[in-house]
T-cell receptor
Framework: EAEVAQSPRYKITEKSQAVAFWCDPISGHATLYWYRQILGQGPELLVQFQDESVVDDSQLPKDRFSAERLKGVDSTLKIQPAELGDSAMYLCASSRLTSGASTDTQYFGPGTRLTVL | DAKTTQPNSMESNEEEPVHLPCNHSTISGTDYIHWYRQLPSQGPEYVIH???SNVNNRMASLAIAEDRKSSTLILHRATLRDAAVYYCILRRYGGSQGNLIFGKGTKLSVKP
């Protein structure tokens, strides 16, 4: 069964350093999501792509976070500079249909656990 | 989006049925009820979804109240592997957003 791949699985960095996370969605999935999950809470959307275009980045802290999906396949999420409050799990998900499909299943990767010291 | 309310935690014994409740009193007629679960140290995974009628699949059953203001996820025989956080989420048909809006969910513990 196809899966969403993410790397690295764990990342430890110091405050003010740059970090990058990579996601490879399930082949053929048009929509890609990046979520952030703080310990003890549910995931929250950071950015949503439809192919290579950003559909929603209203919750992305754009002063330090950036995301791209240049060829409409894999995606990179970057934080520069990292802050202590960025420590969290960063989850990538993909879905087959276009945005707004209320019955479309999202498939999540295993996540990247970021610790900022 | 309409809000859901779930208990913070529940306990079950292995091989017994589990009923996980979800209240969604402000649900609209075009809101689908989705359930996802998150096993420890993993990303969430889809469990089941429905609109009005009860639904069954290989993982679970979803019972939806007649007025749709509440629903119950049923695990027929809990296993240790079912220990996870279960999220009840409403998604609007035809909505412009595809993202899932997660609450805190219900943490299910399964005792051997």
């Amino acid at each position: 069964e196809a899966e969403v791949a993410q790397s690295p699985r764990y990342k430890i960095t110091e405050k003010s350093q740059a970090v990058a996370f990579w996601c490879d969605p399930i082949s053929g999935h048009a929509t890609l999501y990046w979520y952030r999950q703080i310990l003890g809470q549910g995931p929250e959307l950071l950015v949503q792509f439809q192919d290579e275009s950003v559909v929603d980045d209203s919750q992305l802290p754009k002063d330090r976070f950036s995301a791209e999906r240049l060829k409409g396949v894999d995606s990179t999420l970057k934080i520069q500079p990292a802050e202590l409050g960025d420590s969290a799990m960063y989850l990538c998900a993909s879905s087959r249909l276009t945005s707004g499909a209320s019955t479309d299943t999202q498939y999540f990767g295993p996540g990247t656990r970021l610790t900022v010291l | 989006d309409a809000k859901t309310t779930q208990p913070n935690s529940m306990e079950s014994n292995e091989e017994e049925p589990v009923h996980l409740p979800c209240n969604h009193s402000t649900i609209s007629g075009t809101d689908y009820i989705h359930w996802y679960r998150q096993l420890p140290s993993q990303g969430p995974e889809y469990v089941i979804h429905g609109l009005t009628s009860n639904v069954n699949n290989r993982m679970a059953s979803l019972a939806i109240a007649e007025d749709r203001k509440s629903s119950t996820l049923i695990l027929h025989r809990a296993t240790l592997r079912d220990a996870a956080v279960y999220y009840c989420i409403l998604r609007r048909y035809g909505g412009s957003q595809g993202n899932l809006i997660f609450g805190k969910g219900t943490k299910l513990s399964v005792k051997p």
